[in-house]
Structures are given as C-alpha cells and as structure tokens.
C-alpha cells in the first residue's frame, strides 16, 4: 500500500511537460510574436483538462473511504 501511495505523489508532482494546444490554436499562437502569449494558453488547457481528474478522483477516494469505514464498523462489532 504504501508503494502504492509513493508512485502516486511522485507521478502526480513530477509530470513532464507537455503541450496540450489544438491544431487551430497552434498555428494562430505560432505566428505571432509573443509566445508568452503561447505558452499561458497552453497552461489553461493543461489546467482544463486536469480538473476533471482531480474532482473524479476526490469523489471516488469519499467513496472508497466511506464503504471501508462502514466494513471496519462490522468487523468490531
């Protein structure tokens, strides 16, 4: 188990770089200058796209929780 939590915290804190742009925005953010500009709109995306994750992940960690709360009740009693 705790294997099991160790390669999840280094996964999730150590994360490659990526880019996560559409083809249309790639070609639109590239051909102009600022590619500071570039590279906010590729934070968004990657923010975007994470949150969904993190809330599935949450709600079924509460689940989980609450179903092996309810197990160990059982066994004391």
Same mark, same amino acid.
């Given at each position: +188990?705790?294997?099991?939590?160790?390669?999840?915290?280094? #996964?999730?804190?150590?994360?490659?770089?990526?880019?996560? &742009?559409? *083809? +249309?925005?790639? *070609?639109?953010? !590239?051909?102009?200058?600022? &590619?500071? +500009? *570039? !590279?906010?709109?590729?934070?968004? %995306?990657? #923010?975007?796209?994470?949150?969904?994750?993190?809330?599935?992940?949450?709600?079924?960690?509460? %689940?989980?929780?609450? #179903?092996?709360?309810?197990?160990?009740? !059982?066994?004391? !009693?």
């Amino acid at each position: +188990m705790k294997r099991k939590i160790l390669f999840s915290l280094l #996964f999730f804190f150590f994360v490659l770089k990526t880019n996560a &742009q559409c *083809a +249309m925005c790639r *070609a639109v953010l !590239e051909s102009g200058d600022d &590619q500071s +500009m *570039a !590279e906010g709109i590729n934070d968004g %995306i990657v #923010f975007l796209m994470a949150v969904p994750y993190i809330l599935i992940g949450t709600i079924g960690y509460i %689940i989980y929780r609450k #179903f092996n709360k309810s197990n160990k009740i !059982e066994k004391i !009693e």
